[in-house]
């Protein structure tokens, strides 16, 4: 089993996010021995938002191709493959203004790929990475969850949600901390929550591979 540990964070070891995504990555990998476990993080190796240049792999095959266009191209490939070979994802998303940061966009924008992770059929799109598991540790330093307006402003979760659905991965659990920024009580109650649920979650996966196994 392949598990790719993704951190978005700009906060380096003061952030809460990576400090989930590591505990759910360790967790998992415990409960499943083996787990192969590959790193990416992109606070430090941003892709670059897509241009004219990081739009090659999107063009008709047989272009011509430019030297950075070919460049770029080969950042998209490594990307798009390391997600397809991965069985599980991990990955840190903190709310930044009230969506993800702009670094998890540039490399979402990279592996969403025609004919990769999606193709359209004449019943519109189909995802093609199917059979994942996703596990957004989702961090938040206000609490959105518990109002209807604050579920309104939250672009986080929910475009998190519909993307990787869009890529065929009906399998996306949240372990959420919100509240981290409104004192020190509420942060250390917020992570010992997204504890809880991050090994609940865990637990979950492990019961379904073994009904899984045994069908």
Known sequence: MKLLHIDSSILSTN???RQMTAQIAQEWAAAYPGTQVDYLDLAVDTPSHLSAESLGFR???GTDLSDVQKRENAVSEA?????????VIVVGAPLYNFSIPS???????RVAQVGRTFKYTEKGPQGLAGGKTVI???????VYSTSE???AMEHQESYLQT????FGISDVRFVRAEGVAMGEAAKTQ???GAALQARAAIAQAANQSQAALAA
């Open 15 to 17: 952030s809460v996010s």
């Open 136 to 142: 957004v540790a989702s961090s938040r330093g206000g």
């Open 190 to 192: 917020a992570l010992e």
């Open 59 to 61: 063009l008709p095959a």
């Open 103 to 109: 670094q998890l966009k540039s490399w979402i924008d």
């Open 79 to 87: 990307l798009v493959s390391q997600f397809l070979a991965a069985d």
């Open 149 to 151: 307006g604050g579920r």
């Open 163 to 166: 993307v990787f659905g869009f």
